[in-house]
């Protein structure tokens, strides 16, 4: 006989978390909203992969860091909603009801939400602990670079945005809107990510992601 995870995709998916795979599977089922394809599971398990190579050379709390990945997304708001800067506030607190619904200490609680609150961009809290400081970090990380680009076109997309100015993609004679148009996403934010980066070993993988990016919106002038 087949086990839960056959017919469960969700739980299927701990196995990328290890070594902890089976907080994974308790935290999944909460993670993440079903239809946003830039908020999604792949992002989850990207930005823990982010986390991993920073927290090799940084050091912090695996386990504390593993539940602050995997819920810093668990409330989803859409980037033109008059919300968008409550998200982490309110991701942080659905993380504490559910840490602590599975008898998480509050020491432990403490810590995952604020590192989940101060993650986001849009709230612009300074995170004031390593586990927070590198959940920030790993998920600015997938902001920026090839899937960062991707990740950009595709939110332009669900916003009904275009690509660009077919007059003045780079906004020479006219105000960024980045609303309008997805490559102004560029300017507005990503390239601005690189700077802000809160430990060593995030601030080298930025530079070379960021480079990336870089070439990604060279190539696309290229072509139109």
């Known amino acids: 006989m087949k086990g839960p995870a056959a017919h469960d995709p969700v739980s299927g998916l701990a196995a990328p978390f290890a070594p902890h ?12 909203a079903a239809d946003d394809g830039s908020h999604d599971a792949s992002h989850l398990i990207r930005v823990w992969k982010n986390a991993l190579r920073i927290q090799a050379e940084e ?15 668990c409330v989803s708001v859409e980037k033109n909603s008059p919300l968008r800067a409550e998200a982490s506030r309110l991701a942080a607190e659905k993380a504490s009801a559910i ?3 599975l008898g998480w200490s509050a020491a432990d609680i403490s810590s995952v939400a604020h590192a989940i609150l ?6 612009n809290l300074a995170p ?5 400081r590198i959940l920030q970090d790993a998920d600015r990380l997938d902001a ?4 960062g680009a991707a990740r950009c076109f595709y939110i332009a997309g669900r916003m009904s945005s275009a690509l660009y100015d077919p007059l003045d993609p780079l906004a020479e004679s006219r105000a960024l809107d980045d609303k309008a148009f997805a490559i102004d996403h560029f300017e507005t934010k990503l390239f ?4 802000g980066f809160q430990t060593a070993a995030g601030r080298r993988l930025a530079l070379e992601r960021q480079a990336r990016l870089r ?10």
């Open 144 to 147: 920026i670079g090839m899937v």
């Open 192 to 195: 601005r990510l690189a700077d």
């Open 59 to 73: 050091g912090g709390d695996t386990r504390r860091l593993a539940a602050a990945v995997l819920l810093h997304d």
């Open 128 to 132: 004031e602990t390593l586990e927070a």
């Open 118 to 123: 101060t993650h986001s961009f849009s709230a």
């Open 215 to 224: 070439s990604v919106l060279a190539m696309l002038l290229d072509e139109i």
């Open 99 to 101: 840490l602590n619904g």
């Open 21 to 32: 795979a089976e907080l994974a599977g308790e935290l999944l089922p909460h993670a993440f």
